[in-house]
């Protein structure tokens, strides 16, 4: 147990489902992070929450929709999504500071997700 | 563009004898680098890492070793056990365009050979 909890644990979703990821995290930590893990890229960085700053990877399409409501919760929202959006979905948290900006991040189980 | 390269992407080491695995990166500007370990059905777990003010770190069975000058770093786990068999994963910040983030290696599957 990391202190990141990802809900659901597995999704199977329609292509034309809208669906959410939800992540959540009491570590008092003030980054997070969405993660995809495939077979073809490991680990490749979607979004980044910190400092309440949104950055993003600018080859994720526009069908993947992160929200940050507060410093604890994360969403993922998901529609449209194609059969090789299939993946794990991984949230990361981690405490940013101004002096060490990387620090341990702690990682959910993921969200296993089959689009067909 | 810059990345980390991670070798190798599968390695087999009989119990209790060593294993090694290694990380090239691109950006000198890098000095942060960290190793994850993800188990069966588990997200990735940090194990060690390493600052660029210091060339070795040792944690118990584990070290990692860094080599700023030629830009490579690695990880050593000395007599190995079957609970050491994952995905291990080295990490460094890289900055890309203006954007400075973490990134990940491919991956190394290793099993320990009971």
């Keep these: ?116 | 563009g810059e990345n980390v390269e991670q070798h190798p992407s599968t390695l087999s080491v009989q119990e209790g004898d060593s294993a090694v695995i290694k990380c090239t990166y691109s950006d000198s500007a890098s000095n942060y680098f960290p190793w994850y370990k993800q188990e069966l059905g588990k997200g990735p777990q940090l194990i060690i890492d390493i600052r660029s003010n210091v060339g070795e770190k040792k944690d118990q069975r584990i070290a990692v070793t860094l080599n700023k000058t030629a830009k490579h770093f690695s990880l050593h786990i000395t007599e190995t056990q079957p609970e050491d068999s994952a995905v291990y994963f080295c990490a460094a910040n890289i900055r890309n365009f203006g954007n400075e983030k973490l990134t990940f290696g491919t991956g190394t599957r290793l099993t320990i050979i009971p």
């Design chain 1, 1 to 116: 147990e990391t202190g990141v909890t990802q809900t659901p644990r597995h999704l199977v979703m329609g292509m034309t489902n809208k669906k959410s990821l939800k992540c959540e995290q009491h570590l008092g930590h003030n980054a997070m992070y969405w993660y995809k893990q495939s077979a073809k890229k490991p680990l490749e960085l979607m979004f980044v929450y910190s400092l309440e700053e949104r950055v993003e990877n600018n080859s994720v399409p526009s069908r993947f929709s992160p929200e940050c409501p507060n410093s604890s919760h994360l969403f993922l929202h998901l529609h449209t999504l194609q059969p090789e959006d299939s993946a794990l979905y991984l949230c990361a948290s981690s405490l940013v500071k101004l002096r060490d900006r990387y620090t341990e991040a702690f990682f959910g189980q993921g969200t296993r997700l089959t689009v067909v």
